[in-house]
């Protein structure tokens, strides 16, 4: 950047040094008249000294794109850069150096800043042979870019200042892959070819940006059995060299690793699509899954925007839902990425999925006490509508169907959220009990008392069947009936054939 509107780099940062104009216009230089010469405008002083009482300011530009190639004045541009970046942090800071002094000036182009101390030096004053340290004046200001990608520094005097930015993370979600390296200011600014000193400098430092954002879909999940899946979408820097680029995914360890599986690469706009093995490359090593853009894939996801989808299942039942490292056993299970473009690396946001583990208890009484039933088979329903308070409407496929063991006791384990239960088989030997039970699975795997966290209990009876013949007392009643109604049929036969002889005679 021309003039006095300098950027630095880790070590060494320059500054174009002050020409013998400045020198002369700081001596107080004057066109003064001739004899001859009386005219007023040549008795007028030179404007080329600078005004150490005039207020100044620094505004910050910031964009996105690249830099155009085309050196900054110091001057306000009257097309403004594409894509402003708002929510930016800079740091100013009041260097601690007397620009009222001319020795100064010479040896500007010196000014040097150190970020890992935070320390500035220059070289050559007051005949020192080597660096010295130019301390600060004050302690600094901060300003955050707006909408429109300016943050201004106002009533600033004529100083050195230096320009930090100090932040990588927007709060609407977007992230600087490559910050403006610092640089300095020196106010005024002499603007090239004129005779001006510029009070109110514009500087348009670059950034490279991109947004990572990581989503989950388990809308389909409800058993063990089927797929989840997550997607992590980056967007890649236009203004950026693309070195490395790489995206780590640690899974949970509730999330079975052997069905852990990358199905989808891909670059919106990318020509030809993106081929495994030639543009990026997959390692799945336990539950970590990283994904590696290679040579040829860097070039085509320049300025793109990169999605990588993967694919697994929850563990079965056999395996704990408690979590990997202590924590609150609620069955949320968490998950995260990694993204790295070339230095800079940043985590995703945290999406979950929550599930959790469900007991029923079949049980018949005897005697006022509970007794278990072995082989008691129940199949578990989700609703048709997952908002209804009912089980009227089901899905006709259950979800989950289990058989009752030794204790009575039956598990299974699904997303957490409401269904409905039933007992298609019972014990043999026991009625069927065809109440449909709405159930509610919550999170974790904690069984509570009977209708309150992840547990419910189902009696039945046994079948009363009775068809045997009767035997005892009883059967000598039944003879002592059936004897008596012959014996009252043969006398009722006799009165008629008495009748009827009698009419006859």
């Known amino acids: 950047m021309k003039g006095y509107l300098m950027t630095t780099t880790r070590w060494k940062h320059t500054i174009t040094s002050v ?28 404007t080329d000294n600078i005004d150490f009482k005039q207020p100044s300011s620094i505004t910050i530009h910031k964009h996105e794109t690249p830099d155009s190639g085309t050196a900054n004045n110091g001057k306000e541009l009257e097309d403004a850069p594409p894509n402003p ?4 942090t800079f740091e100013l800071t009041k260097l601690d150096l007397d620009v009222q002094d001319s020795a100064n ?3 500007l182009d010196s000014l040097t800043y150190t970020a ?25 200001t901060e300003k955050r870019t707006n909408p429109q990608g300016i943050a201004t520094f106002s009533d600033l005097t004529p100083a050195v200042y230096l320009v930090k930015e100090l932040d990588t993370t927007r709060p609407d979600g977007q992230y600087v892959t490559k910050m403006s390296e610092p640089f300095f200011v020196v106010l005024p600014m002499a603007v090239t070819g004129t005779n001006e000193w510029n009070y109110n400098v514009h500087a348009y430092p670059k950034n490279s940006v991109t947004t990572i954002t990581k ?11 089927d797929i989840v899946t997550w997607s992590v979408e ?23 690793a052997s069905s852990l599986a990358v199905t989808g690469v891909a670059a919106t706009g990318a020509t030809p699509d993106l081929v495994k093995d030639r543009d990026y490359t997959v390692d799945r090593t336990a539950s970590k899954v990283t994904v590696e853009f290679t040579g040829a894939g860097l070039t085509k996801i320049k300025g793109k925007n990169v999605i990588v989808t993967y694919t697994g299942s929850v563990v079965p039942i056999t395996t704990s839902l408690q979590p990997p490292a202590g924590g609150e056993d609620d069955g949320v299970i968490p998950n995260t990425a990694n993204v790295t473009i070339n230095s800079w690396s940043e985590d995703t946001n945290e999406v979950i999925t929550i599930w959790g583990d469900y007991q029923v208890y079949k ?13 008691a088979v129940f199949s578990v329903y989700r609703l048709a509508d997952p908002n209804a308070d009912n089980c009227d409407d089901l899905v006709a496929e259950p979800v989950a169907t289990v058989t009752t063991g030794d204790d009575g006791r039956a598990k299974f384990r699904l997303k957490a959220g409401p269904y409905c239960m039933k007992e298609t088989t019972p014990p043999p030997g026991f009625k069927e009990n065809d109440e449909v039970i709405p159930i509610m699975v919550d999170g974790g795997s904690t069984y509570i008392n009977p209708g309150e966290t992840n547990y419910s209990e189902v009696v039945n009876t046994k079948v009363d069947y009775t068809n045997l013949p009767f035997t005892g007392a009883n059967g000598r009643l039944l003879l002592a009936i059936i004897g008596s109604a012959l014996l009252a049929v043969a006398l009722g036969l006799m009165i008629v054939n008495y009748r009827r002889k009698r009419h006859q005679s």
């Open 85 to 88: 970046v708002n929510n930016i």
């Open 105 to 107: 000036w010479q040896h």
């Open 215 to 225: 989503t989950i879909n388990d809308e389909e999940a409800f058993n063990t059995d």
């Open 234 to 256: 980056a967007k890649m820097p236009s203004g950026l060299t693309l070195d490395t680029v790489k995206i780590v995914d640690n899974f949970d360890p509730r999330i079975l």
């Open 116 to 140: 890992a101390t935070n320390t500035v030096t220059i070289d050559g004053t007051g005949g020192a042979t080597t660096p010295t340290t130019v301390g600060f004046d004050g302690a600094p």
């Open 363 to 375: 049980y018949t009484v005897v005697e006022d006490t509970k007794k278990a039933l072995k082989g």
């Open 19 to 46: 020409f013998t104009i400045f020198a002369l216009a700081l001596m107080g230089m004057a066109f003064m008249p001739t004899a001859d010469a009386a005219r007023p405008s040549l008795l007028t002083l030179s």
